[in-house]
């Protein structure tokens, strides 16, 4: 059995593209809410660049708790077309784990986007690009060139737990993360928001604050005194 810490796999289960692409049009507050917040990174992770193209696909994971880019390669070796590379950098914002020559072979690997929970360099080249990536910050020195590491096991990244094969959603809205055995519920859950709010457009459009009657109502109740002078 490989020590902890120093596991590579190079086999994972990847759910269906067309579960996948289910949640392509969904808003990512939606996912968030309908997963009662559960798996959605902090916001300390956030878009590298602006507009950003949306990123989604199934994770590809590694940890590199001293940004080896040696485990950072072999991570990107076993991406595919249309995977997501999820980095656990420990928060480093020191050190960049990914700069333009490694997003430029992610880029025509067909990668859909990288989160990083950790920094990266050569900003301007990767805006040129127009790969997705999100991370904590922009660093000028690279990361360490050998090290401990982990690929394709589950991490923390952005407070959240990455399993291999989980769907990575994420754009300038923020990024979660959905278990693929629980999309179906999670898909009916947005569905039931996107009613919601569809049934309250037409008090929006006419400027009405929806539910203020009840939530006078309730503050009333409460104590709360309403006065007019």
Known sequence: MAPVGLRVRSSIDRPDPRLVERFAALAI??????????????????PVYLPIKRALGPAVTVSVPTGAQSIRKVGMQQTRAGDVLVLNALGNRTQAMLGGNLA??????GVAGVIVDGAVRDLSEIREMGLPIFCRGVATLPGAK?????VNVP?????VVVRPGDIVVADEDGIVVIAPETAEDVL????????DHAATWDALQRGEVTSYTE???KLRAQGVEFRED
């Not at 430029?104 to 690997?109: D, V």
């Not at 050998?146 to 982990?150: A, L, M, Q, T």
């Not at 991490?155 to 407070?159: L, M, Q, S, Y």
Request: hydrophobic share 35%.
């Open 155 to 159: 991490i923390a990244c952005g407070g």
């Open 29 to 46: 507050p939606d996912i968030s809410d309908a997963m009662h917040h559960s798996g959605t990174m902090d916001r300390g992770i956030g």
């Open 104 to 109: 430029q072979s992610l880029l025509h690997r």
């Open 215 to 217: 939530i006078e109502e």
């Open 146 to 150: 050998d090290g401990p590491g982990e």
């Open 188 to 195: 009916a859950g947005v569905a039931k928001l996107e009613a």
